[in-house]
Structure formats: C-alpha cells, structure tokens
C-alpha cells in the first residue's frame, strides 16, 4: 500500500468529517453525522495486507480521538462530543476509537472473502456493520471508565449506555447510505493505493 495515499485520504477525509459535521447532522434525531473516516477504514481493509489493514485502521481510529474532546464537567452537552458546556474544560481520551477502528478491521477482514469487495453496495454494508462494532467497543470503554472516574466524558452528564448505542446505530445506519456514493468514488482510485494484485483478481470471484 502507497502510505503517501493513505496519508492524503485520511487527511481529506477527516477534514471532511469534522468540517461537514454541523452540516450533515441531524440534531431533531439524537445529533447524529455520517463517518468519513469509516467508509476509508472499511474500503482499505476490503484490499489492504491483513497486517497493513490493522495498522491502517488504528491510525485512522488514533486520528479521530485525537479530533474528538471531550467534556469534563457535567455542563456539556449529554452524548455529543466535542460540545462542551459554558467554561468546561475538555480532554481527549486515546482508545475507544483506535481499539474500535482496529476490531471493525478485524471484522472486515474475516468477512471479505465472503463479499464482493469492487461493489459500492459492499462497502456500504461493511461501513454500517464495521461501525455497529466500534460503537460496542468505545461505549463499553466509556461504561467501564465511569466505574472509576468521576469525569467520564459523556456519560458524566447521565446519558446512559443504550441510549448512547441507539444514537450510533443512527450513525452506522446513515453512514452506510453515505459510503455508497463514497465508496463508488473510492474503487475509482484502486489503481493508485498499490494494494496486491491478487486482491483484485479475487474481488471479481468473491
């Protein structure tokens, strides 16, 4: 894989989700916007070396962390992060979306042999379930946190669990709609990510 790829697309696809957030989300419906990131995360680990696609995905997953804040007092704003309350402080906790990203990488990987990988419908599919497990794996991170900290990001304002999960079920469900199109835009630069050429003989079979 050409990092230098990797490193363009990550960067327009994270400037793209923290730009177009406000934009594209819906606020009447628990505040929720589609993932960028996920749909990149999903379509390099449909191609990528198994090795590569791990690295890949916790890079990105490492990324979003470290773009989202969270609030650390109970005046922010109950399960959206980065909106913090008048005067609190904020914090960026490295994990729940790096060990996320990674375990939806891992899915991905054990299912592409089952799939049609060159199909925008796949990787549409892939995104909304890949996201459906980053949810289990931060909101379980968030829940145990709250066990041992009295500050523990969005659950210090009350916001329980399950309807933090129901929130990111929105999110996976329109974030599959939105890789559809992305995705049909994302095979369209397969020729310049240098992912092995096996990888594309047997997407056709698959």
């Known amino acids: 894989m050409r990092w230098a790829v990797f490193a363009a697309?990550?960067?327009?696809?994270?400037?793209?989700?923290?730009?177009?957030?406000?934009?594209l989300m819906f606020h009447t419906i628990g505040g929720i916007?589609?993932?960028?990131?996920?749909?990149?995360a999903v379509f390099i680990a449909m191609f990528a070396p198994r090795l590569t696609a791990l690295w890949s995905c916790w890079l990105l997953g490492l990324l979003l962390d470290l773009s989202t804040p969270f609030a650390a007092s109970a005046g922010s704003v109950a399960g959206v992060p980065g909106a913090p309350g008048g005067g609190a402080a904020?914090?960026?906790?490295?994990?729940?979306?790096?060990?996320?990203?990674?375990?939806?990488?891992?899915?991905?990987?054990?299912?592409?042999?089952?799939?049609?990988?060159?199909?925008?419908?796949?990787?549409?599919v892939m995104t909304g379930l890949s996201l459906l497990a980053v949810a289990l794996i931060s909101v379980a991170i968030f829940v145990v946190r709250s066990w041992y900290a009295a500050?523990?990001?969005?659950y210090s304002t009350g916001v329980s669990a399950g309807s933090e999960?129901?929130?990111?079920?929105?999110?996976?469900?329109?974030?599959?709609?939105?890789a559809v199109p992305l995705g049909w835009l994302l095979l369209a630069t397969l020729p310049y990510w240098g992912f092995p050429t096996t990888a594309h003989r047997r997407a056709g079979r698959r």
């Open 90 to 124: 904020t914090y960026y906790l490295i994990g729940p979306y790096a060990l996320g990203y990674t375990f939806a990488a891992y899915m991905v990987l054990q299912m592409r042999p089952m799939v049609f990988r060159q199909r925008a419908l796949s990787i549409g």
């Open 165 to 178: 999960l129901l929130r990111r079920l929105g999110i996976a469900l329109y974030s599959a709609l939105v």
């Open 33 to 40: 916007s589609p993932s960028f990131l996920a749909c990149l």
């Open 9 to 23: 697309l990550a960067f327009i696809a994270l400037a793209a989700e923290l730009s177009l957030r406000p934009v």
């Open 151 to 154: 500050d523990a990001g969005i």
